[in-house]
């Protein structure tokens, strides 16, 4: 049996935090991973990557990565966009995987809405561009793992097309199902019926139906009922996505969540 580990959504992207200040609170506060945020302030080629894999050994903490996507598009009709766009995303997995990253986060998505283009044009191009990135990612010892989205193709609620197309992982986001107008218990279902293929989780507490990404337990997200279905049979991951820049909200947030689970956190 292995334990799941515990680890937090890095705020990098902004500026205000690093990814060497983000290593050294999670060795400080009990945090087994960071899940680093490749966007802003901290994409790929402004990464100190000796500095970063000196630092998570020194402090004896993981890496997974979340790949950026405000401004790439893995559906676009238009060719070109959406290759470079997959350029980019290998990029980064080249990065992470220079970084000893484990998993990495993507938002299959795109910016081709309708009216000018219809999904039944997309869909099939990011389940495409999903495919070809999940390879490169397994090439380079990394596990992809699609996140559902709140209110996109591929929300809770459609995201099994990308299990029966594609050989990636899921990341399911708690705050997103629960836009999706997904209860608690609608949640753990799924959780258990999909738990061969999910593999790592984003902790998103809420206040309501809006994806607030409060600090865990600030929020009335029902995580004990959703995470009840999870038992000592599941390896996956947990990160507390809070959007917060506080360590002592960070460090109530795990304390939080350690109690919501159904098996003991070391």
Not at 101 to 122: D, F, I
Not at 209 to 228: C, M, Q
Request: proline share 3%.
């Amino acid at each position: 049996m292995t334990t799941p580990r515990v680890g937090f959504v890095t705020q990098t992207h902004t500026g205000a935090v690093t990814p060497l200040e983000s290593i050294q609170w999670a060795a400080e506060l009990g945090y087994d991973f960071i899940e680093l945020y490749m966007d802003g302030a901290s994409e790929r080629t402004g990464l100190d990557r000796e500095a970063i894999t000196a630092a998570l050994a020194e402090n004896d903490i993981d890496c997974l990565v979340h790949l950026p996507f405000v401004d790439l598009d893995l559906g676009t009709p238009r060719n070109k966009v959406r290759e470079g766009s997959i350029r980019e995303l290998r990029a980064c997995l080249d990065t992470a995987a220079a970084l000893g990253t484990e998993k990495a986060v993507l938002h299959a998505s795109t910016h081709a809405t309708e009216p000018e283009w219809s999904q039944r044009r997309t869909k099939p191009r990011i389940l495409a561009s999903v495919r070809e990135l999940e390879a490169y990612a397994t090439a380079h010892g990394i596990e992809l793992c699609v996140e559902n989205l709140p209110d996109d193709v591929f929300s809770i609620r459609t995201i099994d097309e990308v299990l029966a197309e594609t050989d990636a992982s899921l990341t399911v986001d708690t705050g997103h199902a629960r836009v999706s107008g997904y209860s608690a218990a609608d949640t753990a279902a799924f959780l258990d019926e999909h738990r061969e293929r999910v593999s790592h989780v984003h902790v998103n507490d809420a206040r309501q139906a809006r994806d607030e990404h409060v600090p865990v337990g600030s929020g009335t997200t029902d995580f004990e009922t959703i995470f009840g279905a999870l038992d000592t049979d599941w390896e996956g991951t947990f990160s507390v996505e809070a959007y917060t820049f506080d360590k002592d909200y960070m460090r109530l947030s795990k304390q939080k969540l350690d109690a919501c689970l159904p098996f003991s956190v070391d």
